[in-house]
């Protein structure tokens, strides 16, 4: 079964520094982008940008480009989204989620549960 | 970037009827890479329909996605009650990709 499985919950302060993890299984997690989508309290989904784990080749939103980072760890089919500074704006739920077929990067399917971040002024 | 306007925001409907849900995109969407994700309250998205007509797996098909270039349209024929959640729509056709605002359906 293809699944992925995100870090559990986490509370912070603003200006503290946070990185939250997508463990992918069950498929070559190598061979296909992960992308990352937020969704604050009550609101939409926004799309974040992507990663490809063979090479960390990495897009970015416009609308997040600088404001967080993403990495990998091929070898133990692990993506990461990373902040430097945490803003209260910054409180939402993440998903990460498997890319894949055509398109531009693909369909997401699946999804990973979802890590909840809440920063605290 | 491709804006996605999904109409209506809200849709009041009961057990059994048939939901019919709108995503109007600002520009015609490549190879009608269009895709339509279900979630639920307290749930991750869940991939439905994908190129615009194609059923993912274990998806029922009573979820009919339609449409090409810049309108498209998902239908739930039967409403049951686990059907009652939020729809959003998805562009992936460019390289940044783009979801609408989503479509509630709720229990009238």
């Known amino acids: 079964e293809v699944q992925l499985v995100q870090s559990g919950a986490e509370v912070k302060k603003s200006g503290e520094s946070l990185k939250i993890s997508c463990k992918g299984s069950?498929?070559?997690?190598?061979?296909?982008?992960v992308g990352w989508v937020r969704q604050r309290p009550g609101k939409g989904l926004e799309w974040m940008g992507v990663?490809?784990?063979?090479?960390?080749?990495?897009r970015y939103s416009p609308s997040f480009q600088g404001h967080v980072t993403f990495s990998v760890d091929k070898s133990n089919n692990t993506a990461y989204l990373q902040w430097r500074s945490l803003k209260a704006s910054d409180t939402a739920m993440y998903y990460c989620?498997?890319?894949?077929?055509?398109?531009?990067?693909?369909?997401?399917?699946?999804w990973g549960q979802g890590t909840l971040v809440t920063v605290s002024s | 970037d491709i804006v996605l306007t999904q109409s209506p925001g809200t849709l009041s409907l009961s057990p059994g009827d048939t939901a019919t849900l709108s995503c109007r995109a600002s520009?015609?969407?490549?190879?009608?890479?269009l895709a339509w994700y279900q979630q639920r309250p307290g749930q991750a998205p869940r991939l439905l329909i994908y190129?615009?007509?194609d059923r993912a797996a274990g998806i029922p098909d009573r979820f009919i996605g339609r449409g090409s270039g810049t309108d498209f349209t998902l239908s739930i024929s039967r409403l049951e009650p686990e059907d009652f959640a939020v729809y959003y729509c998805?562009?992936?056709?460019?390289?940044?990709?783009?979801f609408g605002g989503g479509t509630k359906v709720e229990i009238k």
């Open positions: 520009e015609t969407v490549t190879s009608n890479y």
């Open positions: 990663i490809y784990p063979d090479d960390s080749d990495t």
């Open positions: 069950g498929y070559n997690f190598a061979g296909y982008w």
């Open positions: 998805q562009q992936y056709g460019r390289p940044t990709l783009t």
């Open positions: 989620a498997r890319q894949g077929g055509v398109g531009y990067y693909g369909r997401s399917d699946p």
């Open positions: 190129g615009a007509s």
